[in-house]
């Protein structure tokens, strides 16, 4: 629990240092998407752009680890999809789906990958964070802008999506970074700085911006309470189950790589579907709750894991 601890808590502190800032008015009032439009234009997509850029995909070769890891996140997915989608519709439904399939993988992975198994696990946890932030998080995308559409003709929404995921950063950014590492050209020195700056402040912004929101958030009668418990719940316990069931039964995977499948799974929703929520205002309540609710009760189910797969000590 001490290993999970030290990863959970800087979170909340990021979390709570937004919330107080914006409820003593240090934050005004568009604080939130001012934040989150930093993340969505220039954070996020520095960071995208800078993963796949140096990713060395010959030490990234780990078929079995990716098939298990993406199969359990899209399995999660569409099931998520299929439970939400006539409640919420297509656009809201595929944030919801986002929130039950996106483990916290860049974020805490690293560090609990680190304190578990030591530098071992980082190609590993590279891999997920590569599949959750460009498969899972860009195929979010994709449905978003489709769910978003008014026109029901099937060539202007077409048409409309298109051009909307041509410029959608979120999207273009790792588009732009593999084509870049197929170059093998290194990444000038200034650049690769610049890169990781911007990149390595995305999620401590995201956190901030989740916390300004959560002091303007007002009860309403739009709050789904059994939405967020159905959503922590496929989160922390059915991700996890699939990814045991894929990596131990289907593929075979042992050792520290079948633990790390289950475990990376395991981790709380990331803050990758609130910017999403909150740049596209669809379901953001519900979104910034689970991710509070599933970071807090990780810290009981990851420990549990940690247990389960034998990484208990």
């Given amino acids: 629990m001490l290993a999970t601890l030290s990863v959970v808590l800087p979170i909340f502190g990021i979390v709570l240092a937004g919330y107080i800032c914006r409820r003593v008015r ?6 939130t998407s001012e934040l989150n439009r930093f993340v969505v234009w220039l954070g996020l997509p520095a960071l995208f752009f800078h993963i796949t850029a140096k990713a060395d995909w010959a030490d990234l070769y780990q078929p079995a680890f990716t098939a298990a890891f993406t199969l359990a996140c899209f399995i999660v997915f569409f099931l998520t999809l299929a439970l939400r989608i006539r409640k919420r519709g297509l656009a809201e439904g595929s944030v919801d789906a986002l929130n039950a399939a996106y483990p916290n993988s860049g974020y805490m992975g690293f560090p609990l990958g680190f304190l578990v198994f030591g530098p071992e696990s980082y190609p590993f946890v590279a891999i997920s964070a590569i599949v959750t932030v460009c498969l899972v998080f860009g195929f979010a ?18 048409r409309k999506v298109s051009l909307s995921l041509v410029k959608n950063p979120l999207l273009v950014a790792p588009a732009l970074g593999v084509a870049y590492g197929a170059t093998g050209l290194p990444l000038p020195q200034s650049a690769d700085s610049l890169l990781s700056l911007l990149g390595s402040a995305a999620s401590p912004c995201a956190l901030v911006a989740l916390g300004t929101f959560m002091a303007d958030r007002k009860p309403s009668p739009d709050d789904d309470a059994k939405g ?27 050792g520290m790589v079948a633990s790390l499948t289950v475990l990376l799974c395991a981790l709380p929703t990331g803050t990758g579907p609130f910017m999403l929520a909150e740049y596209y ?9 689970t991710i509070l609710y599933s970071t807090v009760l990780s810290v009981i189910t990851m420990s549990i894991l940690l247990i389960l797969t034998g990484q208990g000590g």
């Fill in 228 to 254: 967020v418990a159905l959503l922590t719940a496929l989160k922390l316990f059915l991700l996890p189950a699939v990814a045991w069931v894929l990596a131990y039964y289907v593929f075979g995977l042992t």
């Fill in 281 to 289: 205002k669809r379901g953001a309540t519900v979104t910034a709750q």
């Fill in 26 to 31: 240090i934050f005004g009032e568009t604080a």
């Fill in 141 to 158: 995308i994709v449905l978003l802008e489709i769910g978003i559409q008014e026109q029901r003709r099937f060539w202007p929404t077409l």
